[in-house]
């Protein structure tokens, strides 16, 4: 069962809020009606929730499908792309006709005809940096469908800053894993997780590696499943869990995951508290010029920077080095008017991401000559 000391996620019930089910909905959901722990007021608190989900793929085609079968009164459905005849594999929700037209909007009817009590709101965009905020304020949790890591950073810390759970799914060949991702509720976001994003290209995405179509729709239902659990309040969630699902063995292993102090969105003090460039986060596109210093060319300009280590101690341990100060990334926001303004900054970390986004960060603050040490500390060693 839920704690009860997480909060009732209804607090912001969109309007106008449905004061009963109707005489049709009885019918439609009466094993809904008939289940212990679930029962009318569950139901009404299903027709009364909105929903977010981030992609009408692979994952979000059976999410969307067995939300509004179970009955949610709102679904937010954002996705940029098309239906072509690869994704019918694995995308239910659509059919050979439907290729070529865009996928939220056919999915949008697709789920009208099942419920039609439902509302859905159609967004044939990406989502992104500059509309996330906005995009996911006026619902009660997101559900990321996504197959890229720039929008999985982007999901789970909008979550964190929105106070919103973010239901997290992934697929790989045969391999899924689902988590809810909620530092609100006491469970960690996907940073703690994953603090540093893979190196770009060595995970390969669904089109060059291929997915079994039946896993997508099984990590989507268990997606659609945490949504109703968190919903409703029933059962007992996977906050601060994450279930890994390998289908050619069947088998299900459960993994234990906590937050992380120093994480710099949802830790103690973050140092990330709005979008940032995710894409340049990841490594897919390249940083303004300017921004990184080539590991060649440090040691006959290193005189002429103040030497900023952005490193957790424990990286000082395993490499040590001798900067001019050192400020862990997730103080350094705080700390930024202690630092000199009469010499250029040069961040370090280990691998040259966190010093990356530490450059961006004294740039916005007026350091306007910060750079980055390409590779980080261990392109030196």
């Not at 601060?240 to 088998?251: F, K, N, P, Y």
């Not at 921004?291 to 300009?301: D, I, K, N, R």
Request: with cysteine; charged share 20%.
């Amino acid at each position: 069962m839920i704690p009860k000391e997480i909060p009732d996620l209804k607090t912001d019930i969109p309007t106008p809020a449905p004061a009963e089910l109707s005489t049709s909905e009885l019918r439609r959901f009466a094993r809904h009606l008939s289940l212990p722990g679930l029962g009318y007021e569950g139901q009404l608190r299903l027709k009364r929730s909105a929903v977010l989900v981030l992609g009408a793929g692979g994952l979000g085609c059976p999410a969307l499908l067995y939300l509004a079968a179970a009955g949610v009164g709102r679904l937010g459905i954002v996705d940029a792309d098309t239906i072509s005849l690869s994704n019918l594999q694995r995308q239910i929700l659509f059919d050979t006709s439907d290729c070529g037209q865009p996928k939220a909007t056919t999915a949008a009817r697709r789920l009208r005809d099942l419920y039609p009590e439902i509302t859905t709101d159609v967004f044939a965009e990406s989502f992104t940096a500059a509309n996330a905020l906005t995009l996911a304020a006026d619902y009660d949790l997101i559900i990321d469908c996504t197959d890229n890591f720039p929008t999985r950073y982007l999901s789970s810390d909008t979550g964190v800053w929105l106070k919103k759970p973010v239901i997290y799914g992934s697929i790989h060949q045969f391999e899924g894993q689902v988590s809810v991702f909620a530092p609100h509720l006491g469970a960690p976001c996907y940073r703690c997780m994953f603090p540093i994003p893979p190196a770009p290209g060595s995970v390969p995405d669904c089109n060059t590696a291929g997915v079994l179509g039946v896993l997508a729709g099984l990590i989507g239902t268990l997606q659609a499943a945490e949504a109703i659990k968190l919903l409703t309040q029933t059962g007992e969630p996977l906050l601060g869990r994450l279930l890994h699902a390998e289908t050619l063995g069947t088998r299900f292993r459960e993994f234990k995951l906590r937050r992380d102090p120093a994480c710099p969105v949802c830790g103690e003090n973050p140092a990330i508290t709005a979008p940032i460039d995710y894409d340049l986060f990841c490594g897919l596109t390249a940083p303004p010029s300017g921004l990184e210093l080539p590991p060649s060319q440090f040691a006959a300009t290193r005189h002429r920077h103040f030497l900023l280590d952005v490193r957790e101690p424990w990286e000082h341990r395993l490499l040590p080095f001798p900067a001019d100060r050192w400020i862990p990334w997730q103080d350094l926001e705080s700390q930024l008017p202690s630092l000199p303004r009469d010499r250029p900054i040069l961040a370090l970390c280990r691998v040259g991401l966190r010093s990356r986004e530490a450059a961006l960060l004294l740039r916005q603050h007026g350091h306007l000559q910060a750079i980055s040490l390409t590779g980080g500390l261990e392109s030196l060693a």
